[in-house]
């Protein structure tokens, strides 16, 4: 049985890696979209908008929500869906370092 070795590594690497995981499906990403585009929370219209069925959308969702991208509150029956400005903002500060980190300005063309 293989071991799980994702506590051998850095919160920062950990939590980067989970956002990279949230972002890394085209669905996720249109949903994003989808949200960041509309002038107020979306509720019920997400599943109208993509080619995918209402289960797989409430899977998107509940990915990008378990990231911290996306909040969701409960009107009646249904889930109303935004964007979470502080999960944004942590993607955002933390994709910069990451990538600024990845710039070596010492390093030649080795391949």
Partial sequence: MALNKKSEFEDRQQ???ELFKA???PARVAILELLNNSQSCMCGDITEQL???QSTVS???KALKQ???IKGE???VRTCYCIDESGLELIQGMMS???TNLQHPNLTSCC
């Fill in 15 to 17: 939590k980067l890696a």
């Fill in 23 to 25: 972002l890394g499906h």
């Fill in 51 to 53: 080619p995918l069925a």
């Fill in 59 to 61: 899977q998107h969702l």
């Fill in 67 to 69: 990231a911290g991208l």
């Fill in 74 to 76: 409960i009107d009646g």
């Fill in 97 to 99: 370092d990451f990538l």
